[in-house]
């Protein structure tokens, strides 16, 4: 097993592969990213003194169109992750069919150590280093972890400034002030949301009753949960980076998550929620749950603790969060997986909307943003389970097998190979 990430992305690419006819010579150019940056970026600090900041944009594939995908900052960014989120954003566009190819970008960098000014001047500086490899018709950012609409406002003013007039569609993910698009803020836990409940019905699985399990409760995991409760699902267990949260409560049946969004807003972490008990992450993982749902970073299952998980799905609303080993476990034990490129594609759906509006200078309401979303992650749900039941394999490799498909095919196409 590993825990590079870059390798198990690849591993996953091979997996596919192996059931669809592909030349061998473009599954060797899918192998990589076409470019990767690394750049050092000064920062005033408020002190007076420079610190230079380690960042990352891999750019893996633009044969369906722009490059795509968001900017982490976090102490373990690493150019593997780097690499490997920008490959599953590729997988992502492809396999809802949208006309972007993937990106991903990161900085090295504890955003809790920084003052607003000095996020402001990283994040600045990150557009200045990337200048020239950005843009709307380039390469097209967006929040990852630990960043967030005001960043991608700073972004986009620099880009703007640098260009002399406003440039809206360099980056996703904006205040609805600046371009950004309604419904965005909860669109990718919306996106799993819709395909948890198509999984539900292909699975003959009766809705009543399900206890549900979410790791993370940031952007992604918190508006997944908050959907889940307003659908009468019972959340039962969430975690942040402090730990998780497990209900202990004979009156409730669900956590109310409003009210846990609240608590930790005003301490800092769920944990402490009345009417709970403490449990570690890992703990979260293993709890007797019929449902669970990763929303924090990857590799969180991993061989050693994949035998232990006892939910019937798992829906990947993080990226990675399953390693290539723990997938082969999962799968002999009959544990349903709906994939992250899919699982939690919706995000990456509603950017391309904000980007096709910000071309357009023509806004669309919040109902046209979520419905349009809910038909291309639906269709593309259906279209992953057909390729599953004719390839007899799992959503993941069904999953990626299309979208491998569709890239291979436009980078034939293009370069006449
Ligand atoms: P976020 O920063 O808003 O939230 C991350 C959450 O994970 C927080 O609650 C944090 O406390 C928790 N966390 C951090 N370290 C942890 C650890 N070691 N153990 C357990 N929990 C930990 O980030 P987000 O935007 O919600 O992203 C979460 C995941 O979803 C990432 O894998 C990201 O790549 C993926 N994702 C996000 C989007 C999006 O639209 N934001 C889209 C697609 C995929």
Redesign the pocket.
Known sequence: MTSDPFKNATKQLENASKIIDIDESVLEILKYPKRILTVNIPVKMDSGKIEVFKGYRSQYNDALGPFKG?I?F?PDVSLSEVKA?SAWMTW?CSVVNIPFGGGKGGIIVDVRKLSKGELERLSRGYVQALRDFIGPYKDIP???????PQIMAWMMDEFSTMHGYNVPGVVT?KPIEVGGTKG??F???QGGIYVFEKALEKLKIDSKNIKIAI?????????ASEILFALGYDVVAV??????ILLENNKEKTLNVKEVLKY?EATG??VGYPGTRKIT?EE?LELDVDVLM?????N?ITEKNADNIKAKIIVE?????ITPEADKILEKKGVAVVP?ILA?????IV?YFEWVQNLQNYYWSENENIGRLKEIIEKAFDEVWGKKECCDCSLRVAAYALAVERVAAAEKLRRNL
């Open positions: 968001g982490r976090h989120l992502k967006a929040p990852d972890v630990n960043t967030d993910g965005r803020k669109s990718t836990s790791q993370g409760f940031g952007n992604v995991g918190y508006f975690s942040d980076s402090k730990g998780g930790k972490s769920v992450n979260l990763p929303a924090a970073l990857e969180v609303l993080a990226n990675g969060p992250d939690n594609a919706g995000g990456v950017s």
